[in-house]
């Protein structure tokens, strides 16, 4: 196929296009773009080399000469995304500066529903996805701490907003699909939990319950969890 490497090789080290013709009608930044177009209209699924091709109104084959694997294409979209962020000049407080990164990266987890998917780190050494890990890792030069420590909280907390968001993304997907309203999923639910905590068979639970029976305030459980991480890497 044309274009495909016979050694691995890193994207961002390969030329723009390779093979001879004419002067490219688009860039390899095109080419991500349509891919996440095509991703957030329709997720992941919705992104293929075919339909990617379609979107940019050339041949298929024509783009193994600017991306030669899927996975390729995958890093690129991830790329995109990752210069989202904005890098902001750290204010001194290792704590503050995380949070707004937590919350900036949840932000554009949302946006980009599909961005769960390829948190990998695999996709993290990209050209925005460098320029993000220095700016996280320079929001944490008042932490006394090795940098292998700061990496460890980054990883830490960048895992735990991910899976986070993508709880709430298919809680919502969840409640898209329902043939009636959440209220009334919520209410039969909570009925058939009561009765089961007010058999006596879990009398642990019905403890828990009776210090805190809700509802949940899912923005404080986000803070709380951000905290918790924090904290632990606290000198």
């Given at each position: 196929?044309?274009?495909?490497?016979?050694?691995?090789?890193?994207?961002?080290?390969?030329?723009?296009?390779?093979?001879?013709?004419?002067?490219?009608?688009f860039?390899?930044?095109?080419?991500?773009a349509?891919?996440?177009?095509?991703?957030?209209?329709?997720?992941?699924?919705?992104?293929?080399?075919?339909?990617?091709?379609?979107e940019?109104?050339?041949?298929?084959?024509?783009?193994?000469?600017?991306?030669?694997r899927?996975?390729?294409?995958?890093?690129?979209?991830?790329?995109?995304?990752?210069?989202?962020?904005?890098?902001?000049?750290?204010?001194?407080?290792?704590?503050?500066?995380?949070?707004?990164?937590?919350?900036?990266?949840?932000?554009?987890?949302?946006?980009?529903?599909?961005?769960?998917?390829?948190?990998?780190?695999?996709?993290?050494?990209?050209?925005n996805g460098?320029?993000?890990l220095?700016?996280?890792?320079?929001?944490?030069d008042?932490?006394?701490?090795?940098?292998?420590?700061?990496?460890?909280?980054?990883?830490?907390?960048?895992?735990c907003?991910?899976?986070?968001?993508?709880?709430?993304?298919?809680?919502?997907?969840?409640?898209?699909?329902?043939?009636?309203?959440?209220?009334?999923?919520?209410?039969v639910?909570?009925?058939?939990?009561?009765?089961?905590?007010?058999?006596?068979?879990?009398?642990r639970?019905?403890?828990?319950?009776?210090?805190?029976?809700?509802p949940?305030?899912?923005?404080?459980?986000?803070?709380?969890?951000l905290?918790?991480?924090?904290?632990?890497?606290?000198?």
């Amino acid at each position: 196929m044309a274009g495909r490497a016979a050694r691995p090789e890193v994207i961002w080290a390969r030329p723009e296009r390779t093979g001879r013709g004419p002067r490219p009608a688009f860039s390899r930044a095109d080419i991500a773009a349509a891919a996440v177009r095509l991703a957030d209209a329709g997720g992941l699924d919705a992104v293929s080399m075919r339909h990617v091709a379609a979107e940019l109104g050339c041949g298929t084959m024509s783009l193994y000469n600017y991306v030669p694997r899927k996975e390729d294409l995958y890093e690129l979209m991830v790329d995109v995304v990752a210069g989202e962020h904005e890098l902001w000049e750290p204010g001194g407080d290792w704590r503050a500066d995380l949070r707004r990164v937590a919350h900036q990266t949840r932000d554009l987890l949302r946006r980009h529903p599909w961005m769960p998917r390829l948190m990998s780190p695999v996709y993290g050494f990209s050209p925005n996805g460098l320029r993000y890990l220095e700016h996280c890792m320079a929001c944490m030069d008042s932490l006394a701490a090795p940098y292998g420590t700061k990496m460890q909280l980054l990883g830490m907390l960048n895992g735990c907003v991910t899976t986070y968001v993508a709880n709430e993304l298919a809680t919502a997907e969840r409640v898209r699909s329902l043939p009636w309203s959440e209220e009334r999923e919520n209410e039969v639910r909570i009925a058939y939990l009561g009765g089961q905590i007010a058999s006596g068979a879990y009398p642990r639970l019905a403890a828990a319950f009776m210090e805190d029976s809700g509802p949940i305030d899912l923005e404080q459980v986000f803070e709380w969890m951000l905290g918790r991480v924090l904290d632990s890497f606290a000198p």
